[in-house]
T-cell receptor, first 114, second 112 residues
């Protein structure tokens, strides 16, 4: 099993450009998540999907959109990138969202917006 | 609201030293508590977890006890190694269908 995979690993954008970060999991998990990680700010939840067909805003959703394409895939889109979106983005999945379910994380995408 | 507070880092220790990373929480109800670890250049992975008061989670020599009376879940290891250098995140999961709440992370550097 590959677990959680993310593409690309690294991306440089200019302000105003758009891009989609891809995430896929092969563990048949119901719930998926997008986080961003910034120095001193820890891990902040952008959007999550409790199950296929549903998405919800997290702590910092502004400037992002998501699509739960199917049970395996959960993409994050930046429509008009800004320097404040320079960050490391992590996708994660879990079998369910509640209780003791473990979240499994991808390796991350480093995004630099100039 | 529900939140997790961790001690600020970075924490620098010599090999074989004793480690404590403090974590306290605020939550309604009875949350499950977790420690995740992030090694350099990687995503987070679960280190240990506990579901109720007085439960002790343990893994790879690390331990943490769920203390309801002090709302704490401090991470400890008796003898750290260079390979333990990483960022450690405390997290809680509230009852119901809601995502994990993470602390800001504590960076640990272990020097030989």
């Amino acid at each position: 099993n590959a677990g959680v995979t993310q593409t690309p690993k690294f991306q440089v954008l200019k302000t105003g450009q758009s891009m989609t970060l891809q995430c896929a999991q092969d563990m048949n998990h119901n719930s998926m998540y997008w986080y961003r990680q910034d120095p001193g700010m820890g891990l902040r939840l952008i959007y999550y999907s409790a199950s296929e067909g549903t998405t919800d805003k997290g702590e910092v959703p502004n400037g992002y959109n998501v699509s739960r394409l199917n049970k395996r895939e959960f993409s994050l889109r930046l429509e008009s990138a800004a320097p404040s979106q320079t960050s490391v983005y992590f996708c994660a999945s879990s079998e369910e969202m509640a209780g003791l379910e473990t979240q499994y994380f991808g390796p991350g995408t480093r995004l630099l917006v100039l | 609201g529900n939140s997790v507070t961790q001690m600020e880092g970075p924490v620098t220790l010599s090999e074989e030293a004793f480690l404590t990373i403090n974590c306290t929480y605020t939550a309604t109800g009875y949350p499950s508590l977790f420690w995740y670890v992030q090694y350099p250049g990687e995503g987070l992975q679960l280190l240990l977890k506990a579901t109720k008061a007085d439960d002790k989670g343990s893994n790879k020599g690390f331990e943490a006890t769920y203390r309801k009376e002090t709302t704490s879940f401090h991470l400890e290891k008796g003898s750290v190694q260079v390979s333990d250098s990483a960022v450690y995140f405390c997290a809680l999961n509230r009852p119901g269908n809601t995502p994990l709440v993470f602390g800001k992370g504590t960076r640990l550097s272990v020097i030989a």
